[in-house]
């Protein structure tokens, strides 16, 4: 049997995508990050000359909804980010912050930001390293699929949502959070 290189590829490339597809396990520590970010000082007041956010951050303080969306200002993103960005106040009531994700850089996270007056950090992962620490795209070169992992204060996965409709889900999240994060 003869295998050509562009075979021997895309088998790695789908290799690559099999072990990348899978993402974290509700009840174990969630995965750390580390990415340049957008509007840090609305879930951290005090890091004024922050360019990146860490989970970290957020341990033994808040619970974190981290949302991931393929492209920024596309429309079924910005149903999603804009249906957060309007229940920011009741999470936050909640001990919860939200932070949005994606393969954008930070000039296109800002520029969305911006646009939504979003009011909530958004993670630039255009180096993919969050994305494929928390199994949301779907082979190296891939946009962000929309999931959601909630994460609680002790930084351990609580949920992970893999099938999400932009309208609905903010509220979806919200409810899990009042029934399973607040004592």
């Known amino acids: 049997?003869?295998?050509?290189?562009?075979?021997?590829?895309?088998a790695l490339l789908l290799g690559a995508g099999a072990l990348l597809a899978a993402p974290p396990e509700e009840g174990k520590p969630a995965p750390a990050f580390d990415a340049p970010a957008t509007s840090i000082t609305t879930v951290l007041p005090d890091a004024k000359d922050a360019k990146t956010l860490n989970l970290k951050q957020f341990e033994g303080k808040k619970n974190v909804v981290l949302f991931f969306y393929p492209k920024a200002l596309t429309k079924g993103c910005t149903i999603e980010s804009c249906g957060f960005?309007?229940?920011?106040?009741e999470f936050a009531k909640?001990?919860?912050?939200i932070i949005g994700a994606s393969t954008d850089t930070v000039a296109k996270q800002q520029e969305f930001t911006d646009k939504e007056k979003l009011n909530f950090p958004l993670l630039a992962d255009d180096g993919r390293k969050v994305g494929e620490a928390y199994g949301v795209l779907a082979n190296p070169t891939a946009n962000a699929s929309r999931h959601t992992f909630v994460i609680d204060k002790k930084g351990v996965l609580r949920k992970a949502y893999t099938k999400v409709s932009p309208t609905d889900h903010p509220d979806e999240v919200l409810k899990f959070v009042k029934d399973n994060l607040v004592k």
């Open 85 to 89: 960005r309007d229940k920011v106040a």
């Open 1 to 10: 049997m003869r295998i050509t290189l562009r075979a021997l590829l895309a």
């Open 94 to 97: 909640l001990d919860t912050v």
